[in-house]
Structure formats: C-alpha cells, structure tokens
C-alpha cells in the first residue's frame, strides 16, 4: 500500500469522479484506475462502486475513508515534525547560563529564536560555570552560557560572545564613590569580596592576575558564589570588588562603578556546547547565536577561548 494510492482514494471519496479526480492530481485517469485497483486489491474488498453514470463509496469504502484520513493526517504530520527536526526546527535545548546573562543576553537571543523555530522547546537553568562545564562534558547540557576562561576542556567548542570592561565596585559611602576613574592602586589594603575559586577557577584566577599586575594582595574578607551576590556585599559594606559594568547597571545595591584606568583584560561571556555529533537544534541554536551576538571571538578550543 503506499501513500499515492491513500491520497488518490481520498481525493475520489471526496469528488466521487475518476475523471475529476484525475485532473486535479494530474494524473492520466487510467493510471488513476490502476492504483485504485491496487488499493482495492490490497485491502481485500471493493471500496468504490462504480458505473458510466456515477460513482459511490461502498459500505467498506466509507469505512475505510474515515480511518485513511485520520491515519494520513498522522503521518503527515510525522513527515513535516521529522523534516523539522532534521533542520533543527524541533526539539529541546537544555540551557545554562551564568546569572549575569540571565537579565538580558540569554532572554533577548531565546526570543529571537523562538520568532522563527516556534516547535523548539527550551529547559534554562541558571547553572555556575564549572557545573556547566561538567554537564556539559557529560552530556546533561546542550548549551553554557558561561564566564571566561575555562581552562583546558579539549572536549568542549567555546565561543566568547560578550565583552565588557571591568570596573571597581565600591558602596554608595565610600571615598572613592565620586570618582569616575581610579586606579588599582588607591585601594591596596582594603577589604575586597570575591568570587569563589571552586565555582568558576579560570574567571577567579583571572581577578587576582589583575591584582597581581597591579602589585596589590587584596585582603578578603568574604566570598561568594555569584557575582550579584558580591555585589550585595559591598552595599552591605563588608569590601569592594571588581565586577563586570553591566551586573552594576542591572542591580538596584547601594553602589558605584568606577572605572579602573590600568590596564586590564575584559569581562568575556562564551558559548559552549560539546565537541563532536550534536543534535541538528543544537547546531541550529549555536549558528543563530553566534550570527545575532556576534562573533567576539573566534571557535576554538576551550582553553584557547
């Protein structure tokens, strides 16, 4: 039985004319005869009467025209989801990302996506940068939105996306608050809160790279997980930090940021997905973000990202 044949008897059932039915399918109505015949023949009973007058359905016909159309319609929807998929306009992204590309980076580019792969379904999750690298070597993450570097993964294909400059974070009460440029320098001896090594080592070396360009040994007096918290804890007091400028832009925290005029690397944001055969969405995801953020760098390993 094939699909020709099923479209062929439908389209008679409908019109109940071969001739008719012949012309819209462009078709000779011989051949048309033939594959009705065929249909007939593997069904085992006759599904249309017929004669130089008219044309009906027979009992078994009708039958058999109601279940077709509900069974072609299924597999034509098989069909067009399977093509999808196989373009990357179907299926689930499981995503994570940083919380500083929460607010903004990573809502904007899903909202674009969606606008033209509306069958894509999304699972976000704000996720610290060394579990996303772990997820994502292990297969449990489809995409990382997360902070540079990263260190060595050779398993892992890591794209910087975003640049920003760093600046020094102080509360609204501070001395320095009024300053619009400061150098590292001026604050040596200072409580500073920083980012926990364990969560994000390549991002947490990079800061004291700087201090140590800077010639100071920053006294710590706290650490946390996220960026954001940081932020909270110089408005509550407890140090100043060097935080990307957008984490100061989006908080509502009692601070200032004040831009440091040594020179020093850039706050970066990448995206990662592992190295090897992906799933067409995934491919599909990645080449359509890295169009619509730009390429702030170029594809490479992760320890070279």
């Keep these: 039985m094939e699909l020709r044949q099923i479209r062929s008897f439908l389209s008679i059932a409908e019109t109940l004319h071969f001739g008719r039915t012949a012309e819209l399918i462009h078709l000779s109505q011989p051949a048309l005869s033939l594959q009705i015949r065929a249909l007939e023949e593997e069904v085992g009973v006759r599904l249309f009467e017929r004669n130089r007058r008219k044309t009906t359905l027979t009992a078994a016909g009708s039958a058999f025209r109601d279940e077709a159309a509900v069974a072609l319609s299924q597999l034509e929807q098989a069909i067009r989801r399977a093509r999808l998929a196989a373009s990357g306009k179907l299926g689930l992204l499981r995503i994570g990302f940083v919380s500083t590309v929460g607010s ?35 297969g ?126 850039m706050s970066e944001i990448g995206i990662a997905v592992r190295r090897g055969a992906r799933p067409a969405v995934v491919d599909n995801f990645r080449t359509f973000a890295l169009e619509k953020l730009g390429r702030a760098g170029k594809s490479s390993p992760a320890d070279e990202s």
């Design 140 to 265: 449990s993450l489809d995409v990382g939105f997360l902070r540079m570097p990263v260190g060595e993964h050779s398993a892992l294909d890591v794209v910087t996306v975003h640049r920003e400059p760093f600046v020094l974070v102080v509360p609204s009460s501070h001395k320095l608050a009024k300053r619009k440029r400061v150098r590292l320098r001026e604050v040596a001896g200072q409580d500073f809160v920083m980012y926990e090594r364990t969560y994000a080592p390549g991002f947490h070396d990079l800061m004291y790279g700087i201090f140590r360009d800077a010639r100071i040994a920053p006294n710590v007096s706290q650490t946390a997980v996220e960026i954001p918290m940081l932020i909270s804890l110089v408005a509550s007091g407890m140090g100043i930090t060097i935080a990307p400028l957008s984490v100061v832009k989006h908080s509502a925290a009692s601070v200032v940021a004040c831009n440091i005029l040594d020179r020093i690397p």
């Design 104 to 138: 903004e980076i990573v809502p904007n580019i899903i909202r674009q996506f969606r606008k033209s792969n509306p069958e894509v379904e999304f699972s976000l999750r704000n996720i610290l940068t060394a579990e996303q690298v772990q997820m994502l070597e292990g």
